[in-house]
């Protein structure tokens, strides 16, 4: 793996509506020990981003970021990837992508803006991505129809379907 998929993904992100932020060291901590921030939604951390704070490591720029909406200057979720791409069987780099919003901000169409933004950065290094998604949560599941997750590659062992968006 050359280092060009690994600094493909930039620090800093931003859409016309979310600014993503990548995770530090402090934002961590504060996610992990509970304690909160004042430009944090009420709802923020969810479940699913302190499982993405178990996946972080200092310095990947392929790790966990906040989604902050531009307009209330406030975390509203989280988007990232598991980590540095790695070379899958035939060969290409790839890697896993996650996402979730707190509930006020679902179906505005800000988790599809996310995933885009950060798909654009995939792409752009010439990386495949995956999402697991169980197959009840119709949410997410438009939202990665919308980003391009066409391919289907079966279930995790939790019966969350994989899905593959092909290299553009």
Known sequence: MTDTPRSAAPAGVETPRL???LWDAATVADIREGRRRPDWHPEFPREDD???AT??????????????SLKQQIVIGSIGFFGPPEEADDGVP???????????ARGYGLATE?????????DAAGVRVRASIAPDNAASLRVAAKAGFTGVR???EDGEMV??????
Do not use: F, K, M
Request: net charge positive.
């Open 19 to 21: 600014r993503l932020v």
């Open 50 to 52: 302190r499982g993405a």
């Open 55 to 68: 996946l972080w490591h200092d310095g990947d720029p392929w790790g966990p970021r906040s989604i902050v």
């Open 94 to 104: 790839e890697v896993e992508v996650g996402y979730g919003l707190v509930g006020p």
């Open 154 to 156: 079966g279930t995790t």
């Open 163 to 168: 899905l593959v968006r092909a290299l553009r």
């Open 114 to 122: 996310a995933l885009g933004a950060l798909l654009a950065r995939a």
